[in-house]
C-alpha cells in the first residue's frame, strides 16, 4: 500500500464522517428549536436530551472528524504538491468556508445549550443545505481538478434542490 492511497482512503473516510454529523447534529439543531415550542412538560424531557445529543456528537465524531479529515488532506497534500495546482486554490477557499461552517454549528450547539439560541427551526433547515451545497462543491472541484468542477457541484445542487422541490409540491397537492 503506497502513501498516497492510504492518505486518500482516511482522507475520504474522515470526510465521509465529518460531513455525516454535520449534517446529522443540524438536524438535531432543528428538532431542539422546536422543542422549545412545545409544552413545559415536553421541554423539560426534550431540550436536556437534544442539548446531550448535541454535546456527544460533537466531542465525539464531529470535531475528530474534523481534525482527521484536516490531518490526512494535509497529508494528501503534500503527496501531490496540491498546492502547485489551480483547482486546489478553489478547494482551499471552499475548505474555508466548511470550516466556518463548523465554527457557527458549534456556536449554534452553545446556544441552543444555554436557551440564547435564535434561529428558527425554519432557518435552521436552510442552514442544513449550506452542507450539501459545499459538499458538492468540493467534490466536484476535486475529482475533476478544475475550478470549473466547482461550478458543475454547484449546478447539481441546484438541479437536485429544483427536482427535489417539485417533487415535494406534487406529493402535497396529491395529499389535498
Not at 413545559?40 to 470535531?63: G, N
Amino acid at each position: 500500500m503506497d502513501a498516497y492511497s492510504l492518505a486518500k482512503a482516511l482522507h475520504l473516510v474522515s470526510a465521509v464522517a465529518w460531513f455525516a454529523s454535520l449534517f446529522h447534529i443540524v438536524r438535531l439543531f432543528v428538532y431542539h428549536a422546536e422543542a422549545l415550542e412545545k409544552p413545559e412538560a415536553e421541554r423539560a424531557v426534550l431540550l436536556p436530551q437534544y442539548a446531550l445529543m448535541e454535546k456527544r456528537l460533537w466531542r465525539a465524531i464531529a470535531t475528530p472528524a474534523m481534525i482527521g479529515t484536516t490531518v490526512f488532506g494535509l497529508w494528501l497534500m503534500n503527496e501531490v504538491r496540491a498546492w502547485t495546482q489551480p483547482w486546489f486554490h478553489v478547494k482551499l477557499l471552499l475548505l474555508l468556508l466548511l470550516f466556518a461552517y463548523h465554527g457557527l454549528c458549534g456556536r449554534i450547539r452553545r446556544q441552543l445549550a444555554e436557551g440564547k439560541c435564535r434561529w428558527s427551526s425554519r432557518s435552521l433547515r436552510i442552514w442544513n443545505e449550506v452542507a450539501t451545497v459545499l459538499l458538492f462543491t468540493i467534490v466536484f472541484t476535486a475529482v475533476f481538478r478544475r475550478p470549473i468542477g466547482m461550478a458543475f457541484g454547484f449546478g447539481s445542487v441546484a438541479v437536485l434542490g429544483v427536482v427535489s422541490i417539485s417533487v415535494l409540491l406534487l406529493i402535497r397537492r396529491a395529499r389535498r
